[in-house]
């Protein structure tokens, strides 16, 4: 199941929820671009890019399990994944994952069980 919902600055936010599954986004401009992932109305983890579209962060926000990652395309078509490798504990993953000449594209934050998609906020611009 892919859902999510993006917010643009000075516009209104918006969240979706389907099927207990809730996801909101919250940019403070085109990039950087933040989007947190909800399963059953609880906050499960939160992940994006930075200025610059060239570093990507997924951090889990919760003892439950299921582990967060976020995938990325970048705009040469190459993908990749960067996950919370320490699960609910404190700090993130991120890494620097290009260069501003082949920036982030789009990306989607994920949760699920032994690194399954389970949950996706669905693509969004960075």
């Known amino acids: 199941?892919?859902?999510?919902?993006?917010?643009?600055?000075?516009?209104?936010?918006?969240?979706?929820?389907?099927?207990?599954?809730?996801?909101?986004?919250?940019?403070?401009?085109?990039?950087?671009a933040s989007l947190t992932i909800k399963v059953n109305g609880v906050q499960v983890g939160h992940g994006g890019d930075t200025t610059g579209a060239t570093w990507i962060y997924a951090c889990d926000d919760k003892a439950d399990n299921l582990g967060v990652r976020v995938h990325y395309?970048?705009?040469?078509?190459?993908?990749?994944?960067?996950?919370d490798g320490n699960g609910a504990a404190s700090g993130c993953?991120?890494?620097?994952?290009?260069?501003?000449?082949?920036?982030?594209?789009?990306?989607?934050?994920c949760a699920g069980v032994n690194g399954a998609?389970?949950?996706?906020?669905?693509?969004?611009?960075?």
């Open 1 to 32: 199941m892919r859902i999510g919902t993006r917010t643009i600055t000075g516009v209104v936010s918006a969240v979706v929820a389907i099927g207990g599954l809730t996801a909101a986004a919250t940019p403070a401009d085109a990039s950087p």
């Open 73 to 83: 395309l970048l705009g040469s078509g190459a993908t990749g994944t960067v996950g």
């Open 93 to 109: 993953g991120g890494r620097t994952v290009t260069s501003s000449s082949n920036p982030v594209f789009e990306f989607e934050v």
């Open 117 to 126: 998609d389970t949950y996706c906020t669905g693509w969004w611009p960075a």
